[in-house]
Every structure is written in structure tokens, then in C-alpha cells.
């Protein structure tokens, strides 16, 4: 469970840098058609298997917004580092 929550996270991390935010729909939708046949073969029970499905699609979403965000912390940061402006100092 640990596992496929840290990929969940880091999968969006990824697409948070890449994509928009629309790409976790079909993502997700296609994390539950894989967990259907994933969780008959784990021998899991239904309220499980969904139990985890949730965690994993609120890893992935939890993961695109800290990607979202270091991109624009990192552009922010480009911008400053390009367009500096000179500091005030006291006159």
C-alpha cells in the first residue's frame, strides 16, 4: 500500500510539471480500471481495494499540486534571478 501511494505522488509530481490539471481525470480513471483486476488478484475485499483506490488518487492529486508548485516556485525564481530589480537603500 506504502508503495503504490508513494508512486501515486510521485507519478503527479511529475505530471504537475508537465501537464495541466486536467490530466488527473483520465488518470485516475485509469488507475480504477487497473485496480479492478489488480485487487481480484490480491485476493482483496471490495471496501479495501476501494479504500486504497481513494488513497491512491489523493496521492496523485497531492502530488501534481507539489509539482504544480515547483514549477512555479522555480519560475518565480527565474524571473527574479532575470528581472532583478536594484534595492532601495536609504537616502
Do not use: C, W
Amino acid at each position: 500500500m506504502t508503495e503504490l501511494l508513494i508512486f501515486s505522488f510521485l507519478t503527479g509530481a511529475v505530471l504537475g510539471q508537465r501537464f495541466r490539471v486536467f490530466v488527473l481525470l483520465p488518470l485516475t480513471l485509469v488507475m480504477v480500471l487497473a485496480a479492478i483486476p489488480v485487487g481480484l488478484m490480491a485476493d482483496v475485499s471490495f471496501l479495501e481495494g476501494l479504500k486504497n483506490l481513494v488513497l491512491a488518487a489523493m496521492a496523485l492529486q497531492a502530488g501534481y499540486l507539489f509539482g504544480s508548485a515547483a514549477r512555479f516556485g522555480h519560475a518565480a525564481a527565474r524571473a527574479a534571478r532575470m528581472f532583478g530589480r536594484p534595492v532601495n537603500t536609504l537616502r
